[in-house]
């Protein structure tokens, strides 16, 4: 298990540069095995996740080779489908979320798709129904080893129709979108998905030869293509991350430009930050956040009501960003609910910020009051486990600012997710040593 020791107190400064999106990069990674042709990807992140997926797409056979950092280009012209079946793929096939998105690309190229039950974060049930429902509407048998936990989809050929997805699951989109743009026909997609990286996503098939209209909107119509050739493409800035670098700037009291974020695909992000009374200025297409010397104070609702933040499918605000939104709200003036509607086991850690000295109610597994310490009182280091990537990095945010000296176990978790974080957060004068 490994271990930062934080020395918390500090003011940082500088510019820090947001890696390739996570989340973006699971799904465009499994999009090469929709062709023969070679597809180069650049700003892949060096992350965890992401080469647990590149390397089970290797082990299927995948030609990879690097062509300079964070770049790759990918060969699927001779598919080792035996792999699948493998007590190896069963145990490696776990150790991610993203693996999910493997299976429909493979549906629709090979006719078979299998999968075993994908890991990812711990942060409660994490179904899949949407995308298994979305394959058999497409024509698929599904069968599910109850005792191995392995899923498995096949169909001689997908043939195109309309669904209404039961709800707007991003993997789920992903994976039913990668299986129609080789279906027979014409595929309908209502309530899909619509973030960023799914746009992503189609821009991507689209340049591939796919035909996919509805792009950005919740409503995907997809005209099935026979076959796909090789595209380049470059991955989006981390929102997440961004997201992480505006909380830490404003709870460490730094001065902090993140650099090339892709502003128009942030969404909500900006403004939320702001709701909490922290200044996030656009130059350009970089972030400035301003040393916050006098704190930062929560907005009500314009009825004088206390403000809510709630997570929700996109244009709402993502879920990954509440644990970090929770964290920063603990040193704002005033008062907030945080409302993490879509998973039941994320809000947990703030047991470990309540130790720090934080004040925080947690009402019930969803909610969480938070009423802030306008920084008279600053949190106290302590010793933690991160229990999943998000929590992990809020708790990260919390020893820097924190008094003393912190040490955060299990940091795998946040490994999985930021590249290189330790030194990136130095070169702006963060104390931070991997032990
Ligand atoms: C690898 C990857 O890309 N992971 C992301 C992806 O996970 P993933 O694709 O697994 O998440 P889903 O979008 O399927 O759903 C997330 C959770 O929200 C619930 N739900 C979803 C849609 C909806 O309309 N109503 C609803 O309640 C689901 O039941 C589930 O509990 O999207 C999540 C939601 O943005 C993010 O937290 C994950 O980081
Ligand atoms: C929940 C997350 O990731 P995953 O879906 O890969 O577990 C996340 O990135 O916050």
């Known amino acids: 298990m490994g271990t930062f020791i934080i020395e918390g107190g500090h003011q940082l400064s500088g510019e820090i540069t947001p890696q390739g999106a996570k989340n973006e990069a699971l799904q465009i990674l499994c999009a090469v095995l929709l062709t023969s042709e070679t597809v180069t990807i650049n700003n892949i992140p060096n992350i965890v996740d992401v080469n647990k997926l590149i390397s089970l797409l290797e082990d299927l056979g995948v030609k990879i080779q690097k062509k300079a950092k964070g770049s790759y280009s990918f060969k699927a012209d001779d598919i080792n489908l035996d792999y699948l079946q493998s007590?190896?793929?069963k145990k490696d096939g776990r150790g991610l979320r993203g693996s999910i998105m493997l299976v429909g690309p493979l549906l629709a190229r090979f006719g078979k798709g299998y999968i075993p039950?994908?890991?990812?974060?711990?942060?409660?049930?994490?179904?899949?129904?949407t995308h298994f429902e979305g394959f058999i509407k497409l024509g698929a048998k599904f069968r599910y080893?109850?005792?191995e936990y392995f899923y498995g989809v096949e169909a001689k050929k997908l043939k195109g129709t309309y669904m209404l997805l039961d709800e707007a699951s991003v993997t789920g989109t992903a994976n039913i979108l990668m299986a129609a743009v080789l279906a027979e026909g014409k595929t309908t997609i209502y309530n899909a998905a619509c973030e960023p990286y799914l746009q992503q996503l189609c821009k991507m098939l689209n340049r591939m030869g796919a035909k996919i209209s509805g792009v950005g909107s919740n409503l995907l119509e997809i005209e099935g293509v026979e076959s796909l050739g090789g595209t380049d493409h470059r991955m989006l800035p981390d929102m997440i991350e961004i997201g992480s670098w505006i909380g830490l700037a404003a709870m460490t009291k730094s001065e902090l430009t993140i650099k090339n974020v892709s502003w128009d695909d942030l969404g909500q992000i900006p403004t939320v930050f702001r709701k909490l009374g922290i200044t996030v200025e656009r130059k350009g297409d970089d972030i400035f956040i301003p040393k916050h010397i006098n704190g930062y104070e929560i907005q009500n609702f314009i009825d004088g009501s206390i403000l809510t933040i709630a997570d929700a499918p996109w244009p709402g605000l993502t879920p990954d960003l509440l644990s970090i939104i929770l964290v920063v709200a603990t040193q704002a003036k005033g008062e907030v609910l945080i409302h993490q509607k879509m998973f039941e086991s994320r809000l947990f850690f703030v047991d470990k910020l309540i130790d720090m000295g934080a004040k925080i109610i947690l009402?019930?597994?969803?909610r969480?009051?938070?009423?802030?310490?306008?920084?008279?009182?600053?949190?106290?280091?302590?010793?933690?486990?991160?229990?999943?990537?998000r929590a992990g990095v809020s708790l990260l945010i919390a020893a820097l600012s924190a008094k003393g000296t912190s040490t955060i176990h299990n940091i795998e978790q946040i490994d999985r997710g930021y590249e290189d974080i330790e030194t990136r957060l130095q070169a702006i004068g963060a104390k931070i040593t991997r032990v």
Do not use: W
């Open 117 to 129: 039950k994908p890991g990812g974060d711990k942060i409660g049930r994490r179904r899949l129904d």
């Open 87 to 89: 007590d190896q793929f």
């Open 368 to 389: 969480a009051t938070v009423i802030g310490h306008d920084f008279k009182s600053t949190l106290k280091a302590t010793t933690m486990v991160s229990p999943d990537i």
């Open 363 to 366: 009402c019930d597994p969803h």
């Open 145 to 147: 080893n109850k005792e």
